[in-house]
């Protein structure tokens, strides 16, 4: 289960590194081990290239909070202000993000749920 938590200063958690994307840093702002499912603030940094298309085995809910990021693949930059929400298997990225963008997402697990993407993507 994830901890219950009043209204606090999210930059008391510290930065830390994202496994497999140098360069990338996320606040997890709430995690419940048992399940996997993490909240967390996401920052790309100015300049910054992700590396390659992304495939999860989770639900992904992200909303940008702030910046911009162009998906190379679908070709279309995405702004503040826009939301995605990404069942597993949905491929997405890589990412550029030419002045740095942060991003608040909520990734969970429902097995019941999960379903292939419906979704194509150019090749």
């Known amino acids: 289960m994830k901890p219950e938590r009043e209204f606090f200063d999210v930059t008391a958690i510290p930065l830390e590194e994202v496994a497999?994307?140098?360069g990338m840093t996320q606040r997890i702002l709430a995690r419940d081990d048992e399940t996997g499912?993490?909240?967390r603030l996401?920052?790309?940094p100015p300049g910054h290239?992700?590396?390659g298309v992304q495939i999860?085995?989770?639900w992904e809910e992200v909303?940008?909070?702030?910046g911009a990021m162009h998906d190379l693949t679908l070709d279309q930059t995405f702004t503040a202000g826009m939301y995605a929400c990404?069942?597993?298997g949905?491929?997405?990225g890589p990412w550029r993000a030419p002045d740095g963008a942060m991003t608040f997402e909520i990734r969970y697990f429902k097995q019941d749920l999960q379903r292939p993407s419906k979704l194509q993507r150019p090749r």
């Open 20 to 22: 497999g994307q140098p």
């Open 37 to 39: 499912d993490v909240t």
């Open 42 to 44: 996401l920052y790309f």
């Open 49 to 51: 290239q992700s590396r």
């Open 56 to 58: 999860h085995d989770f």
């Open 63 to 66: 909303y940008i909070l702030s």
């Open 86 to 88: 990404r069942p597993p």
């Open 90 to 92: 949905m491929p997405h």
